[in-house]
């Protein structure tokens, strides 16, 4: 019986590619660089700024600091986190309908906690959530199974009997290493349908609200 469900963030519970795409468009255009539309950048938010910047800069990252451009990206997005960023369609009556169940949630994600817990702070529905353990929480994040086991913990719910959803192959192996049903979230940053359904999650979900039936 499931008597939680994890979540992922970005990707999987809001939508953020709009703010993290400014961050790296402003950058972009601070070094001459031309303009990434959502569509290039989007499949790369889930892996992070080297991965947003790799696909801004192309070959030609090598010829910056890359350890400048990071930062770069990193304060232009933690002055500006909420501007776009909201939940996906059907999260909020998810997390309505869990509550009502008595499932307990959390959120596990390898953003880290400077940014995280200011943008939690801003979107309502996401601000009651009490358990969230980031990617620098630990000394491991995922795809390591330890923060996932954190949330449980901190929960009071095994393992076995959580869910853990999230829109990355690294969500669906930490999810499999924690003993916890894996649920890939078809709806997020996901490279493509076919890599995605490749993952081999127990669950694949194409909206939020199509966890019900499986809880």
Not at 24 to 51: F, T
Request: charged letters at 20%; proline letters at 5%; aromatic letters at 6%.
């Amino acid at each position: 019986m499931t008597q939680a469900v994890i979540f992922d963030l970005d990707g999987t519970l809001l939508d953020t590619r709009a703010d993290l795409g400014a961050a790296l468009n402003d950058v972009l255009q601070r070094h001459g660089m031309p303009q990434v539309e959502p569509a290039v950048y989007s499949p790369a938010i889930s892996n992070g700024v080297k991965a947003l910047l790799e696909v801004g800069f192309g070959d030609k990252l090598t010829e910056f600091d890359f350890e400048t451009l990071k930062q770069q990206v990193l304060d232009y997005y933690a002055q500006n986190l909420a501007v776009h960023s909201r939940c996906f369609s059907g999260v909020e009556s998810l997390l309505e309908t869990l509550a009502h169940k008595g499932i307990k949630t959390g959120i596990m994600t390898n953003k880290p906690t400077f940014l995280t817990l200011p943008l939690l702070a801003q979107i309502e529905a996401l601000s009651d959530i009490e358990v969230v353990v980031c990617g620098d929480t630990l000394s491991v994040a995922k795809p390591h199974p330890e923060p996932l086991l954190l949330v449980a913990e901190k929960l009071g719910v095994d393992p076995e009997h959580c869910i853990y959803v999230g829109d990355a192959a690294r969500d669906i192996t930490a999810a499999k290493a924690a003993g916890m049903r894996s649920a890939a979230a078809l709806w997020g940053f996901i490279p493509s349908l076919k890599e995605a359904q490749s993952w081999s999650a127990d669950l694949d979900l194409t909206n939020p609200e199509s966890l019900f039936s499986h809880i």
